[in-house]
């Protein structure tokens, strides 16, 4: 039966089953998985979170960035950023376990939707971090994280926000797109966009929609401009 809000030796070995590190401070565990609501508590793991967070951006970027060497900018960004959220670390959290042994208040833990479980996961690995140093702390992470990343699912990039970002780094102009022709049926229509930019020559694409088309028009511009190789990769 697992153990309900061990303490001391008594938690430092439950952790050390859980996560495969055992702690030396236990103190400095306790106070990980000590949230800010907990009654009667002198420190909680408010800094820890702080450090924790900033701990498992470094190895989540260093374990993608090893793992998809020829992956641009734009495609690391959205597997980081799903990987680092709350969202993922209160996962990580029930898959520890942490539910049974963070100290909270019952209102939050009742009423928080598992926010308090992100932090503690946040915690635990900047414990770990100050307890046994960056590599038990990756140990962990790739443990729980590494294994997420290749279910990770990109969403498209969105070539017209691609266009306005490098336009907004190297010029005033906006882009400005029109609908230079429409063909085809009425349930099967297909639209011509133009887009055109202030110092730049015009670039056009077709799509079922408008919307697709102007896309589509982004999408070629942004590869004659030499931004992406081919619609939707970057240079």
Sequence with gaps: MALKRATGDALAAEIARRTGHAFRDVGLLQRALTHASAVNVQRNNERLEFLGDRVLALAVADMLYAALPDASEGELAPRFNALVEARTCAEVGMEVGLDELVRAHATVKAHSGKGYL???VEALIAAIYLDGGMEAARAFILRHWQKRSSGIVV???NAKSEVQE???????ARPAYSIAARSGPDHEPVFTVELAVEGYDP???QGRSRQAAEQAAAGAFLVREGVWETEGTAA
């Design 203 to 205: 670039a056009t694409g």
């Design 166 to 172: 490098w336009l907004a780094q190297r010029t005033a």
């Design 118 to 120: 992100a932090d503690a």
């Design 155 to 157: 969403k498209p990039r």
